[in-house]
């Protein structure tokens, strides 16, 4: 939460995001426009919010991407905003082997 807030002021959401292109299974950590707060955030309290936060943070550490997807983030000028069509969210890209990735997506 605290990297989040730092970089763009506000609460943002994440989720993972399977894509497939090209023939290749890639996944991606996306920076929702969903705020803390907000009338459409998914999460009922701050309390699961910072649970989902620490679950993704754990998958991160688990397959070592943790370091890469802070560097990706703090270079990234792209902020999250909602109002358009479609909804922009920052695209934050694993680096992860095809084993990993059919570990993870089955």
Known sequence: RDVIFSKYGECFD???QRVDSYGFRT??????PFRLGG???????EYDYLCHLQ???EILVKYDQLDYVMAQLFETNKKPRAGTSPLVA?????NLTP????????
Do not use: C, M, S
């Not at 996944?27 to 929702?32: E, H, K, Q, S």
């Open 39 to 45: 009338r459409k955030f998914r999460h009922e309290t």
């Open 27 to 32: 996944v991606y950590l996306n920076i929702l």
């Open 99 to 106: 084993q990993q990735v059919d570990k993870i997506l089955g």
């Open 90 to 94: 920052v695209p934050l890209r694993l």
């Open 55 to 57: 679950a993704v943070v």
């Open 14 to 16: 994440v989720e993972f």
